[in-house]
C-alpha cells in the first residue's frame, strides 16, 4: 500500500522532515519525498509530498501518526 501526505512549514530548519524520515524508516518501511518547495525567504514555507510504502498496515499506520503528530496531511 502506498500513502501520500503534504508536509508544510518550516520543515527543513526546523528539522521536522529529517527527524520524520528517520522515525518512519527505523520502522523498516520505505519512506521518501517528491514535489519538494523549497522557500527563498526566511518568512517563506517550504512543502514536500511525503511517499510511505509497505505492505504491512500495523507499521503504515504507525508511519501515518508519526506523519501527523508532525503536522503531515492527506494529500
Known sequence: MIQKLKLRGHILDSLILSKLLDQITEL?????TTDV???QKREEISEA???????????M????????KQGATEN
Open 37 to 39: 518547495n523549497i522557500g
Open 61 to 68: 499506520a504507525q508511519a501515518l501518526e508519526f506523519a501527523k
Open 28 to 32: 523498516e518501511v520505505d519512506c521518501y
Open 49 to 59: 509530498t511525503l511517499v510511505i510504502e509497505t505492505e504491512d498496515e500495523n507499521k
